[in-house]
């Protein structure tokens, strides 16, 4: 086993890298995993399954042009888990890369949901670099609880619906706990039949969408491209592939084109109907290239025919491309697995922050390069790349001729419309939403109305059937409700917890940082600094007569200190014009004429206590009358809690 900087353990681990910004991930895990220990009796069982799931859904991939890779399963290692999920657990697991095409994501999907269909005793994840985008899908009726934060190991497909464990049963679920309680608890964790019908709408026309999805088209094409096509027609991905991601280095490859164009412009180019998908078709059809000098394209009289030709040269150009590239890339063993390689090596500071292109650089990248190409993973990843070369190899080797694809009956293309007006399609989607989300928030707003009128009977009002007491009732309840970093909420399952706080540690913290001016002072700074050390260092051994003292005097304490701190306040607020702005309880302003009052009315207006509901609408009415009718705080805040103030038309007369 290889340690330090070129330990395999750590540069290849998946986890420590960014997920593909085009692939979905998948796994599937087995009740039988869940209770058995043997691990050579779950790895065969595992294997058997792998081989049922395949067969069961052959059906359906049989026929499909996937965008760049098929669907499949492998068996995650006992010891070490390859798989994303990064769990010891023994299960199936895969990735698909999409790409551009969406529609092999939902299809993926389908097939998931069709496989917990049939074994009711699996359960599977999916998930891709947006997280669990089934619930994305489902976000207008999902539970308002379930955030990206929090869904880790919770969503999973099993019986063929959508299951999301409760937080109120698992608050932070590991993977085991949740597979576990979706065989104990499964009722519990089946999501809402609208989650179910917002996941289910996506994935209902499967498998016939998949079909229509498909694409075919005549082209005309050398006779060798038609034949590999022939015999593999899914590697008409690889040669999109090849031409849509080509750069300077692989154009270079389609100049020449030594492997399809044999006789050069002397070849002659033969009619095949190919089968993409439409995403395919739309990647070779909106990109103008110009054909290689060597390769013999016919002339524009015929235009059909000149179209026909124009897509079997990107073809064939592409197919050129991919194959040059993946036989070098076979033979180096270097593609992303080299990259991430070196990535980590710089990471790990390997380098020892050298210049690329110094000596000693040089000589640390060859040693890399040699423990590179004597590991696994170069041997795994050259047999990778060196697949479809091989394959391709293989059927040009059997003999062929071009009367082979004389005489057939090539059915026309299939109509491409769908390829310049998709407006009207992307717009019915987004209405669709649009009104998705709509229908939600009416929901959601009828079932806050429902929430207040249950509280209060009067709270669904207008301002001419309530009286201006409504709204300080109204805030009162707003302040007294739950709130957390998300805002206000009131939650039925919350468990409150009484607050404890010792109330003498307060007042002594409130002492020691409040400089007030009492008989206090004549105490010495030895025996402040005494009571401060009692105060903090509790001695046990000390006998109850000792702690009736303390105790006597630490109320006698705590009296002297409020007294003191209601003397400065109010010292502090005779210099002040704050008591003129309140209204008092006779509905009688404080603001009075400071020439004609006198010490009896001083005297009855400080005891007369601040009607704390009158100057709270006041407030807010002044306040929203200086918006003039404008959006701002007060109108907002009114707004949630259900008030509507009318238009302050008279203001001014």
Excluded at 138 to 152: D, K, T, V
Excluded at 201 to 206: F, G, H, L, P, V
Excluded at 367 to 379: G, I, P, T
């Amino acid at each position: 086993m290889a340690t330090g900087p070129f330990s395999s353990s750590s540069i290849f681990n998946q986890t420590a890298s960014r997920l593909p910004d085009d692939t979905v991930f998948y796994a599937i895990f087995s009740d039988a995993s869940l209770s058995s220990s043997n691990t050579a009796e779950i790895s065969s069982f595992l294997q058997s399954l792998h081989l049922q799931i395949i067969n069961t859904i052959s059906t359906f991939t049989s026929n499909y042009i996937w965008q760049h890779e098929p669907f499949a399963l492998s068996l995650s290692s006992i010891t070490k888990s390859s798989c994303i999920c990064s769990t010891h657990l023994p299960h199936l697991h895969g990735k698909l890369r999409f790409g551009d095409n969406l529609e092999d994501e939902w299809f993926t999907v389908f097939l998931l949901f069709h496989i917990s269909n049939c074994f009711p005793s699996l359960s599977i994840r999916v998930w891709d670099t947006d997280g669990e985008f089934l619930l994305i899908e489902a976000a207008f009726h999902i539970p308002r609880w379930i955030n990206p934060e929090n869904s880790l190991n919770r969503v999973f497909i099993r019986n063929g619906s959508l299951h999301i464990v409760p937080k109120l049963r698992l608050r932070d679920p590991n993977l085991f706990d949740s597979l576990k309680f979706l065989v104990d608890f499964d009722q519990e964790s089946r999501a809402s039949e609208s989650v179910q019908l917002a996941v289910k709408k996506k994935i209902s026309d499967y498998p016939g969408r998949a079909e229509r999805n498909m694409h075919r088209a005549r082209v005309r094409a050398p006779v060798s491209v038609a034949q590999v096509l022939k015999h593999e027609p899914c590697l008409i991905s690889l040669a999109v592939e090849g031409f849509y991601d080509r750069d300077i280095d692989t154009m270079k490859f389609a100049a020449k084109m030594d492997k399809f164009l044999g006789r050069g412009r002397e070849e002659e180019l033969v009619c095949v109907s190919v089968k993409m998908s439409k995403a395919m078709y739309a990647q070779l059809m909106q990109q103008n290239f110009q054909a290689p000098k060597c390769y013999p394209m016919p002339n524009r009289i015929n235009a059909s025919v000149h179209k026909e030709a124009e897509l079997g040269m990107k073809i064939a150009c592409g197919l050129e491309m991919i194959y040059q590239l993946r036989r070098k890339e076979g033979s180096e063993g270097k593609n992303k697995t080299w990259e991430a390689f070196k990535e980590s090596l710089e990471s790990s500071g390997y380098f020892q922050g050298l210049l690329p292109g110094s000596r000693e650089y040089g000589r640390l990248m060859q040693n890399a390069e040699e423990y590179y190409r004597n590991s696994v993973l170069f041997a795994r990843t050259s047999n990778m790349m060196s697949a479809p070369v091989r394959r391709i190899d293989e059927i040009l080797a059997s003999p062929y001729s071009l009367e082979d694809f004389k005489g057939l009956d090539v059915p026309p293309s299939d109509d491409d419309s769908w390829l310049y007006n998709g407006d009207d399609e992307l717009n019915a989607a987004l209405l669709e939403r649009q009104k998705e989300m709509e229908i939600s928030n009416s929901k959601f707003n009828k079932k806050q109305k429902s929430n207040k009128d249950q509280d209060d009977p009067s709270s669904s009002y207008s301002m001419d059937e309530s009286d201006l007491g409504d709204i300080s009732k109204s805030m009162q309840k707003f302040v007294k409700k739950l709130s957390s970093y998300q805002g206000v909420e009131v939650s039925d399952n919350r468990e409150q917890e009484d607050v404890n706080i010792d109330v003498d540690r307060f007042i002594k913290e409130m002492e020691s940082v409040t400089n007030h001016n009492t008989s206090m002072e004549t105490t010495t700074d030895a025996e402040n600094e005494d009571e401060s050390s009692s105060d903090l260092d509790f001695d046990e051994s000390q006998d109850e007569e000792s702690d009736d003292a303390t105790d006597t005097i630490d109320v006698d304490r705590e009296n002297r200190f409020m007294e003191s701190y209601s003397d400065t306040l109010d010292e502090e607020l005779k210099s002040s014009t704050l008591k003129k702005s309140f209204y008092r309880a006779s509905g009688e302003t404080s603001q009075k004429d400071e020439g004609t009052s006198n010490a009896t009315d001083h005297m009855e207006e400080d005891f007369t206590p601040v009607d704390v509901d009158v100057n709270l609408v006041k407030s807010l009415l002044d306040s929203f009358s200086s918006q003039e009718g404008l959006p701002g705080p007060t109108s907002n805040l009114l707004g949630l809690m259900g008030l509507k103030l009318p238009r302050d038309g008279d203001k001014g007369k």
